[in-house]
């Protein structure tokens, strides 16, 4: 599904912007803190609306009560509910990492699917979900994850005009070369945590700190 070929202006501002955020950030990475492929999907679900920060507080007596997908998946709704609530949208967060569990035990043999196609059919699991696992996870660049951050940030640089994430990952995938598309992801949402805290994003301080003034 590629879209019109990019300006070639624009190329050049993702590329810059991209050799800044690395100069900037030469260490990023995830922040969800996880030690297996299971736990980073659990923990990537319970991430959706909720900062890394809050699932960073939530995951570790989580992991403790919960230490595989067996024992996601054989989970007490109502008891998985209580671990997750302080993440928000806790029930049907606890729902879909039960029938996530319970479909990798049945379908994928116990293991968390490292391919795109095979992680979109788990319940609760898109595009940036399965994103994140498999860079993060696999080491498999698949494409960019696209959240509130990547949204927010990638239209303020004039990366792109759309505001569906689908849209926003192919445009961006346009314009950063592959290797980069998870690192250029992480990138922008260190920077977005940064500078784009509605109501006070300081967006003048962003285009300075990247020499995008011109285009606020």
């Known amino acids: ?24 950030h030469p260490e990023v990475k995830t922040a969800l803190r996880h030690k297996n492929q299971i736990q980073l999907l659990v923990a990537t679900i319970l991430s959706a609306q909720c900062t890394d920060k809050q699932v960073n507080k939530v995951t570790p007596a989580l992991f403790a009560r919960y230490k595989n997908v067996k024992d996601f998946a054989e989970s007490d709704i109502k008891e998985l509910q209580g671990y997750v609530r302080s993440t ?11 029938a996530s569990s319970q479909k990798i035990i049945s379908d994928f043999n ?13 319940p609760g699991v898109a595009r940036k979900t399965a994103n994140i696992v498999l860079s993060c996870g696999f ?5 960019i994850a696209v959240d509130t951050h990547v949204k927010h940030t990638s239209k303020a640089m004039g990366l792109t005009t759309h505001t569906n994430p689908d849209k926003i990952e192919q445009d961006l995938m346009q314009l950063i070369p592959k290797k980069d598309w998870d690192t250029f992801s992480l990138l922008l949402i260190h920077h977005g945590r940064e500078y784009c805290k509605s109501p006070k994003a300081k967006c003048t301080e962003c285009a300075k700190a990247l020499g995008l003034l011109a285009i606020i």
Do not use: H
């Open 88 to 98: 928000g949208f806790y029930r049907n967060k606890a729902k879909n990492i039960k």
């Open 1 to 24: 599904m590629a879209s019109e070929q990019p300006d070639p202006k624009v190329k050049r501002r993702a590329r810059k912007v991209l050799k800044i955020l690395k100069k900037r």
């Open 139 to 143: 080491g498999i660049i698949e494409g």
């Open 110 to 122: 116990g293991k968390v699917p490292k391919t795109m196609e095979e992680l979109i059919t788990l």
